[in-house]
């Protein structure tokens, strides 16, 4: 009796104890929807029952204490049942996570008509002079004297728009870090000295330094942890994975997604409030959904992003029909994505990616995903053709890139004349050598140059002669009513009394051309693209007010 008594005094404030190492070990959410949290809950309950061996017979002590902590294993694993796949409705709900907005293909090119690298008038898109490879080596160059002491993370190299003297730039930044737990312990609470920032339209980078030091970061010790911080501040949250972002006046912030799980307790994550965390003096803010500052970015991980897409593509006739079935409309994401930044209003983060079958020999694609990363908008782009690695070996066995021995990056798809094609760069080890861009319809039509301008009007010649993808010639006289500048090499015009429909000229293909107008009389001929209503692709043209 006596033992009983001292052993029900001493079980308390051990288990209490044991939880508390465990808790601050391994930080899990108190939170019914976390596995983890059920899991160190069944240690504790084990290790605490096991040290009743002291007081009683060993052996069904043991006994005793392993089957109450394997009694709360077992109902998380019954409580999981309700997440799986194949119980009633929860193919249907993943498959309806992602709200997708199904459009053809002659709207991506009305959606995001332009695209430059420096997202100037008329570009709809922002992109990338400069892959992430090498943007992080170029990062690394910058580190300087802090080479020994801290490091950087590639996983945590984000990129993001920044507004900077009014002027859109995609930069690409990564918060240093300390490259061991020794660094971190001398470092006391001075913290890392700043973020390395990589702007990738020009490719120059810049360590940028943070007054007060940056004392919040992953690899900080015990308070100072990052993990650690955000789970004593929010005992009851699930965080996704954080990225690192900086608002328009370059003040950086950890941005972390809060998670709650819709399918069963522990399927279907989805994400509801944000977190943001000051690395300097580790303040947090919370934000519900559409609360958010304008300037952050990504509100939605890239993972849940993938997750979400692949569910809505291949749930959509259920379970059965997916692994056991017919797999009629089975579709997932290709293998790779990448990211467009979209010009103007507030300038989006989109994560890109064809849609293909899951079979592994199928190099085509029935059209793209777009989602953007802080909205969570989801548009899918009915646009046949190859394959982003398609383009890639296309592109690579090209003599002109064998020759140098370039690689090419992960395809982004843009438009050229409404015309769909992949954006790539081809790089050695050090440095980007060229732009390519390779048409998706059926990757026969490869374009290079030492400047995107150079490989758009060079892609956009090929499209003038290219007589299979277009009716015959016709022509047409009038005025022009509107002109502008495509900023890809070309330029969009319109003729007075036929507003409807939308010439695209090749900037380089004559004077006349390059010194276009309004109310200049001119001959226009041309082709109809018949994948694109309304827009007309121009061969020649005579401009009469310059004497041609």
């Known amino acids: 009796m006596k033992n009983k008594t001292l052993a029900a005094v001493i079980a308390v404030p051990l288990f209490l104890a044991i939880g508390f190492v465990l808790d601050y070990l391994f930080i899990p959410a108190w939170n019914l929807q976390s596995f983890a949290f059920w899991m160190i809950l069944a240690a504790a309950v084990a290790l605490v029952m096991s040290l009743g061996a002291l007081f009683f017979k060993a ?100 990129s993001v728009n920044v507004v900077r003297d009014g002027k859109q730039l995609m930069v690409r930044i990564s918060p240093l870090d300390y490259s061991g737990a020794m660094v971190a312990f001398s470092s006391g609470d001075k913290g890392s000295p700043g973020y390395i920032e990589v702007d990738q339209g020009t490719g120059e980078g810049r360590l940028v330094p943070v007054e007060g030091g940056m004392k919040y970061t992953p690899s900080g010790l015990f308070g100072y942890d990052l993990a650690r911080h955000l789970r004593f501040a929010y005992r009851t949250a699930l965080f996704g994975n954080w990225s690192f972002e900086v608002d328009d006046s370059g003040k950086p912030f950890w941005v972390v997604p809060v998670l709650e799980n819709r399918v069963g307790l522990f399927g279907g994550s989805e994400a509801v409030a944000t977190v943001l965390v000051d690395p300097v003096s580790g303040a947090t803010e919370w934000f519900a959904t559409g609360d958010e500052p304008v300037w952050v970015d990504r509100l939605i991980p890239s993972e849940l992003a993938i997750e979400q897409a692949n569910n809505a593509l291949s749930l959509k006739n259920g379970w059965v029909n997916q692994i056991l079935g017919e797999k009629r409309d089975v579709f997932q994401l290709s293998d790779g994505y990448n990211y467009i930044s979209t010009v103007g209003g507030e300038g989006r983060t989109w994560l890109v990616s064809g849609i293909t079958s899951p079979n592994e020999a199928d190099q085509t694609v029935i059209g793209f995903m777009m989602v953007d990363l802080r909205t969570q908008e989801a548009r899918r782009y009915s646009l046949a053709g190859i394959t982003e690695m398609r383009a890639m070996e296309i592109a690579q066995n090209d003599e002109r890139v064998r020759a140098q021995a370039l690689t090419p990056t992960w395809p982004i798809v843009m438009a050229v004349q409404g015309t769909p094609a992949y954006f790539l760069l081809l790089k050695n080890s050090v440095q980007r050598q060229r732009f390519a861009l390779v048409d998706v319809a059926n990757g026969t039509m490869v374009a290079l140059g030492e400047t995107l301008a150079e490989c758009q009007t060079q892609f956009a010649g090929m499209l003038g002669a290219t007589s299979d993808n277009f009716d015959d010639v016709m022509a047409i006289d009038g005025r022009v009513l509107r002109v502008r500048d495509n900023y890809d090499g070309t330029s969009s015009f319109l003729l007075q009394g036929d507003p409807v429909n939308r010439y695209i000229v090749n900037t380089g293909l004559a004077n006349g051309v390059l010194f276009l107008s309004t109310g200049d009389s001119v001959v226009v001929y041309y082709r109809t693209q018949t994948a694109v209503e309304n827009q007309r692709l121009v061969v020649q043209l005579r401009n009469l007010s310059i004497g041609e």
Do not use: C, H
Request: proline content about 4%; hydrophobic content about 50%.
């Open 59 to 158: 052996g069904r002590a043991l006994a005793l204490a392993w089957s109450a902590g394997g009694l709360v294993f077992l109902v998380a694993v019954v409580a999981s049942v309700g997440s799986w796949l194949v119980w009633p409705g929860n193919d249907q709900a993943l498959a309806g996570q992602l709200a997708v907005t199904e459009l053809d293909g002659a709207q991506f090119s009305k959606d995001f008509p332009g695209a430059s690298l420096t997202g100037g008038s008329g570009a709809s898109i922002l992109l990338p002079s400069i892959d992430k490879d090498l943007s992080y080596k170029i990062a690394q160059g910058k580190l300087g004297p802090y080479g020994a002491q801290f490091q950087m993370d590639f996983e945590i190299f984000t």
